[in-house]
C-alpha cells in the first residue's frame, strides 16, 4: 500500500534527493551502497522496475496519481509518494517535470568487465564522453541496434545522470554497462589490455588519413569487437587511437569532416554490428 504524502514543506529533508542535491552527491562513490539517481517519467521508470532497479521514493503531480503514474504507484509497494501541484513542484526542483513524475532509485552494484563481457560479441567503450544527452543517445542506439553492452571510461559521464537517463527513454535499463576501472589512470593501457586479454579487437573511431573505412569488411568478419568513441570535439586521445587495432572512420560526402558522436555511434553500431 503506497504512503501519499502532501507536501507542505519543501525544504523538508526527505525531499533533498529531488531537489538539493548535487548528481556527484546522488552517486555518492564513497559510499555506493547508498547511491541514488532519479528517473523521469512514467515510461523510463516502467523500464527501470522491468529491469529489477529498486524504487526508494516518488514525487509527482497530484493529478498523476490516478493518471499514467497509477501503474507505476502500484508496481512500487510501499515506498512514499510525495505529491503537489505543478507549481509547487517546480519550485522544489526548479524545472517542471516531465510527465510530472520522478522516482529516486537505488544505484545497483557493477559487474566487472569480465562477468559483462564473457558472451558479448560486440561492444561500445565511450571515452571521455562528458555531455549526458550523447550518453543517453548513444545507450539508445546500442539498445536498438543490438550492441551486447557498453563500457564507459572513468572519465566519462555517468550513464544514470537524469538527463542521461530520460535521453536514453530507459534504455540505459536494458543495455548491461559498467566502467572501465576505476581511476583515469585505469584507461586506455590497462582498460585496452582487458579487452585484449577478454578476446576482443578493438576499433578507434577516429578522423585519420591512415583511418580504414567503417566498411572494410575485415570489421565485420571479426568475431569480438570493441567500438571505441571519443569525447565531444576532441575525439580519442592519441593513445587510445595509437593503442587499438584498427582506426575506422566514416566516409563522408560535402566536405563535411564528421559526426557528432551520436549520429557516428549509430552509423557504427549498425554497419559493425555482429553477422
Same mark, same amino acid.
Given at each position: 500500500? #503506497? !504512503?501519499?504524502?502532501?507536501?507542505?514543506?519543501?525544504?523538508? #529533508?526527505? %525531499?533533498?534527493?529531488?531537489?538539493?542535491?548535487?548528481?556527484?552527491?546522488?552517486?555518492?562513490?564513497?559510499?555506493?551502497?547508498?547511491?541514488?539517481?532519479?528517473?523521469?517519467? *512514467?515510461?523510463?521508470?516502467?523500464?527501470?522496475?522491468?529491469?529489477?532497479?529498486?524504487? =526508494?521514493?516518488?514525487?509527482?503531480?497530484?493529478?498523476?496519481?490516478?493518471?499514467?503514474?497509477?501503474?507505476?504507484?502500484?508496481?512500487?509497494?510501499?515506498?512514499?509518494?510525495?505529491?503537489?501541484?505543478?507549481? +509547487? &513542484?517546480?519550485?522544489?526542483?526548479?524545472?517542471? &517535470?516531465?510527465?510530472?513524475?520522478?522516482?529516486?532509485?537505488?544505484? #545497483?552494484? /557493477? #559487474?566487472?568487465?569480465?562477468?559483462?563481457?564473457? !558472451?558479448?560479441?560486440?561492444?561500445?567503450? /565511450?571515452?571521455?564522453?562528458?555531455?549526458?544527452? @550523447?550518453?543517453?543517445?548513444?545507450?539508445?542506439?546500442?539498445?536498438?541496434? @543490438?550492441?551486447?553492452?557498453? +563500457?564507459?571510461? *572513468?572519465?566519462?559521464?555517468?550513464? +544514470?545522470?537524469?538527463?542521461?537517463?530520460?535521453?536514453?527513454?530507459? $534504455?540505459?535499463?536494458? =543495455? *548491461?554497462?559498467?566502467?572501465?576501472? @576505476?581511476?583515469?589512470?585505469?584507461? *586506455?593501457?590497462?582498460?585496452?589490455?582487458?579487452?585484449?586479454? +577478454?578476446?576482443?579487437?578493438?576499433?578507434?573511431?577516429?578522423?585519420?588519413? $591512415?583511418?580504414?573505412?567503417?566498411?572494410?569488411?575485415?570489421?565485420?568478419?571479426?568475431?569480438? %569487437?570493441?567500438?571505441?568513441?571519443?569525447?565531444?570535439?576532441?575525439?580519442?586521445?592519441?593513445? $587510445?587511437?595509437?593503442?587499438?587495432?584498427?582506426?575506422?572512420?566514416?566516409?563522408?560526402? !560535402? !566536405?563535411?569532416?564528421?559526426?557528432? =558522436?551520436?549520429?557516428?555511434?549509430? =552509423?557504427?553500431?549498425?554497419? %559493425?554490428?555482429?553477422?
Amino acid at each position: 500500500m #503506497p !504512503h501519499i504524502m502532501e507536501i507542505t514543506d519543501i525544504s523538508a #529533508p526527505e %525531499l533533498d534527493v529531488f531537489a538539493r542535491l548535487t548528481e556527484a552527491q546522488l552517486r555518492s562513490r564513497q559510499e555506493p551502497e547508498k547511491g541514488i539517481f532519479i528517473a523521469e517519467s *512514467p515510461k523510463v521508470i516502467g523500464r527501470a522496475l522491468d529491469a529489477g532497479y529498486e524504487p =526508494v521514493s516518488l514525487l509527482m503531480e497530484r493529478r498523476q496519481i490516478e493518471g499514467q503514474a497509477r501503474d507505476i504507484i502500484a508496481r512500487c509497494g510501499e515506498v512514499p509518494v510525495y505529491t503537489a501541484g505543478r507549481a +509547487l &513542484l517546480a519550485g522544489l526542483t526548479g524545472y517542471e &517535470l516531465t510527465r510530472g513524475v520522478l522516482c529516486a532509485m537505488r544505484r #545497483p552494484e /557493477l #559487474p566487472s568487465v569480465e562477468e559483462l563481457c564473457a !558472451h558479448a560479441r560486440r561492444v561500445a567503450v /565511450l571515452e571521455g564522453i562528458v555531455d549526458s544527452t @550523447n550518453i543517453g543517445a548513444i545507450f539508445r542506439s546500442a539498445a536498438a541496434l @543490438n550492441m551486447d553492452a557498453v +563500457l564507459v571510461t *572513468p572519465s566519462c559521464s555517468d550513464p +544514470l545522470y537524469r538527463r542521461a537517463v530520460r535521453v536514453s527513454m530507459g $534504455t540505459v535499463f536494458q =543495455v *548491461p554497462w559498467t566502467r572501465i576501472g @576505476n581511476e583515469v589512470s585505469d584507461w *586506455p593501457g590497462q582498460g585496452l589490455r582487458r579487452l585484449r586479454r +577478454l578476446g576482443f579487437k578493438t576499433a578507434a573511431m577516429a578522423l585519420s588519413e $591512415t583511418a580504414i573505412s567503417i566498411e572494410e569488411p575485415a570489421l565485420c568478419g571479426e568475431e569480438r %569487437l570493441a567500438i571505441v568513441l571519443g569525447t565531444e570535439g576532441d575525439g580519442l586521445a592519441d593513445g $587510445t587511437i595509437a593503442g587499438c587495432d584498427y582506426t575506422v572512420r566514416i566516409p563522408m560526402a !560535402h !566536405h563535411v569532416d564528421s559526426l557528432n =558522436v551520436a549520429a557516428a555511434s549509430a =552509423v557504427a553500431f549498425w554497419q %559493425l554490428r555482429a553477422r
